[in-house]
């Protein structure tokens, strides 16, 4: 008897727990635009034309990319000199449509593209999305 309330118990808890997914994932699908940032910190001894290349496939992705409905990069100034800090230099901004957008930019060829030209150059990187 103790082994089926357990069992009980255990079913319920998924359940609920599917409930909360699918009830996530009907969030998603509503439509709620997604902000995708990214923090780079470049290998030392990376020139001045390899961060330009690098800014310009990123920069470019706004144009190639469906879905992506504002893109920035840029290098780091903020005064309260945390990123700097933590050697991060530069940031990208990307708010998406959704997040279906989002999920079919991370393997689009284009992006694949642009992570190409900057890996070779990548100390670390941070990434951080959220629902806007």
Request: proline share 3%; hydrophobic share 50%.
């Amino acid at each position: 008897m103790l082994m089926l309330m357990r069992f009980c118990l255990l079913m319920t808890l998924f359940v609920a727990s599917c409930i909360t997914a699918e009830q996530a994932a009907a969030g998603q699908a509503a439509g709620k635009k997604i902000h995708h940032m990214v923090m780079f910190k470049w290998k030392e001894g990376t020139t001045a034309e390899q961060a330009a290349a690098i800014a310009t496939a990123l920069v470019g992705l706004k144009e190639k990319v469906p879905g992506i409905v504002s893109l920035t990069y840029g290098k780091q100034n903020s005064t309260e000199g945390v990123a700097i800090a933590k050697g991060y230099h530069y940031g990208l901004s990307v708010v998406f449509e959704n997040a279906a957008a989002r999920d079919g930019y991370l393997p689009h060829p284009a992006h694949v593209a642009a992570v190409a030209v900057l890996k070779p150059h990548l100390a670390d990187v941070a990434v951080l999305d959220y629902d806007l």
